[in-house]
């Protein structure tokens, strides 16, 4: 079964450090996403990205935040100047009839 | 009113059990709804797209009710492998791809 692979599988960073989130979408899926789940809450919704541009954001996903598609298979979350309120798991997911969804990078601001 | 509301649980129910799990949604014109399920810590995996006519796979059966904004999920005969949390995920409209996830409701199936 297709999946969508995410590295790292666990990030430790400090404060004010920035991190690359990476990803691989499922290879014939157009659409992707980023999503975070903060411990013990629901999962957000952050970006949507398509034809190589973002199709769109949410309130969370400010100037802190980027995103980029460098080459043909890599999807890339980009998070300046980490905040300790940044620490949570983050998804990836691409999309062809419904979601699939990565297995995630956790993310831990010291 | 939240967007996406579920009781959170947990559901405690011993194998074999029928267990529904509810859900309700605010925008009227959401599109696309989904169960979505997930085990602790891990990502959340796609259980069933729900249709307006209902549908079923399996044990799981899923309904949803437009007039009352209201989707329903259905586990038959419970095994210990169904304990895990619950999503009810909606796509609130024709001009966004993105999801909506409910905070889950959280099932234990006990021997």
């Known amino acids: 079964e297709p999946e969508v692979t995410q590295t790292p599988s666990h990030q430790v960073t400090q404060m004010g450090q920035e991190v690359i989130l990476r990803c691989v979408p499922i290879?014939?899926?157009?659409?992707f996403y980023w999503y975070r789940q903060i411990l013990g809450q629901k999962v957000e919704f952050l970006v949507s990205?398509?034809?190589?541009?973002?199709?769109?954001k949410s309130e969370i996903f400010d100037d802190q935040f980027s995103v980029e598609r460098p080459d043909g298979s890599n999807f890339t979350l980009k998070i300046r100047s980490t905040k300790l309120e940044d620490s949570a798991m983050y998804f990836c997911?691409?999309?062809?009839?419904?979601?699939?969804f990565g297995s995630g990078t956790r993310l831990t601001v010291v | 009113r939240k967007e996406v509301e579920q009781d959170p649980g947990p559901f405690n129910v011993p194998e074999g059990a029928t267990v529904a799990f509810n859900c309700t949604y605010s925008?009227?014109?959401?599109?696309?709804f989904f169960w979505y399920r997930q085990d602790c810590r891990k990502e959340p995996k796609l259980l069933m797209s729900?249709?307006?006519s209902g549908n079923e796979d399996g044990r799981f059966t899923a309904q949803l009710n437009r007039a009352s904004q209201y989707i329903s999920l259905l586990i038959r005969d419970s095994k210990l492998s169904d304990s895990a949390t619950y999503l009810c995920?909606?796509?609130?409209?024709?001009?966004?791809?993105?999801?909506?996830f409910g905070t889950g409701t959280r099932l234990q199936v006990f021997p």
């Open positions: 997911a691409s999309r062809g009839s419904a979601a699939t």
């Open positions: 290879s014939n899926h157009l659409y």
């Open positions: 990205f398509y034809n190589n541009e973002i199709s769109e």
């Open positions: 925008n009227s014109a959401s599109q696309s």
């Open positions: 729900v249709y307006s």
């Open positions: 995920v909606v796509n609130p409209g024709w001009d966004t791809d993105k999801l909506i």
